[in-house]
């Protein structure tokens, strides 16, 4: 089971200044372990970044991304108390999904 | 997008009857919450001009609308700060691309409705190279360059 993301998201104006950290390996399928055995590719494919609901950002990552991948994204038209939902999908079809409200800055 | 792919299943379901019904609905389950879109070809290009092509950037303008912050000399390749800008009227899509690594295409943003024309990540990066940012605006395509100076490299 992954680990949950951090998120804070804090309003400035009206714009929501949000930051996303994930916990996930992001394996690029170079890497070898101790024993010398390559590590298969495990990588984050897709982000989704909702605002009350609606699908503010659709993000497409390769194997590039480093590891516990971090995502920065500012939401126009924003307001304390609003629902962030973010959900990730990898590779191998594990995903996690969590939420979060914008914050006062 | 996920109501309309959904929506699009079920009325093809309708047309091929009820034996490709489940069929479709399985599939439907499989891609939920995200359509999980992925351009495949994209990722796996082993060069930067393939990449472009994947992305239906064949030749950006360079434009000097678009900001990238990143440190000149990153000591880590593994973890690269990468931020973009976008000041280009209706930015839909912002691209990051790393022109040297073994894969140069590293993140495609879908930035339309709602968030502004920026983002913020972390990279991983082989060796010193050119660190393009690929914009779709208004189904025109824009990009920006800057070279970041690896000390050592975390592609491995």
Redesign the interface.
């Known amino acids: 089971m992954a680990e949950p993301m951090k998120i804070r998201a804090t309003l400035q104006g009206d714009?929501a200044d949000v930051r996303i950290l994930m916990l996930h390996p992001m394996e690029?399928g170079?890497?070898?372990d101790s024993r010398g055995d390559i590590v298969p590719r495990h990588f984050i494919?897709?982000v989704?970044?909702t605002?009350n609901g609606?699908?503010?950002?659709?993000?497409?990552?390769?194997?590039?991304?480093?590891?516990n991948?971090?995502?920065?994204?500012?939401?126009?038209?924003a307001k304390v108390g609003d629902k962030l939902g973010v959900?990730w999908?990898d590779n191998k079809g594990e995903?996690r999904?969590d939420e979060a409200t914008v914050s006062a800055s | 997008m996920i109501d309309l792919s959904r929506r699009t299943v079920l009325k093809r379901a309708g047309a091929f009857g009820v034996l490709t019904m489940g069929l479709v609905t399985g599939l439907a389950k499989s891609s939920n919450a995200m359509a999980a879109q992925w351009n495949e070809v994209g990722f796996e290009s082993k060069v930067m001009a393939d990449a472009l092509k994947a992305l239906g950037a064949g030749n950006p303008v360079e434009s000097r609308d678009i900001a990238i912050t990143a440190p000149d000399i990153a000591e880590n390749g593994a973890v690269v700060p990468v931020a973009v800008t976008s000041k280009i009227l209706n930015t839909q899509q912002i691209s990051i691309i790393a022109e040297k690594n073994p894969r140069p295409l590293m993140a495609t943003f879908d930035v339309s409705s709602g968030s502004e024309g920026y983002i913020s990540t972390r990279i991983k990066m082989g060796e010193t190279s050119n660190v393009w940012a690929v914009v779709k605006a208004d189904g025109k395509f824009f990009a920006a360059k800057k070279e970041i100076k690896i000390t050592v490299g975390g592609c491995g």
Not at chain 1, 54 to 67: E, M
Not at chain 1, 69 to 77: E, H, M, S, T
């Open positions: 714009v690029t170079a890497r070898k494919q897709n989704a970044v605002h609606k699908t503010v950002l659709d993000a497409q990552w390769s194997q590039g991304i480093s590891r991948p971090f995502l920065g994204l500012r939401i126009k038209g959900t999908l995903k999904t």
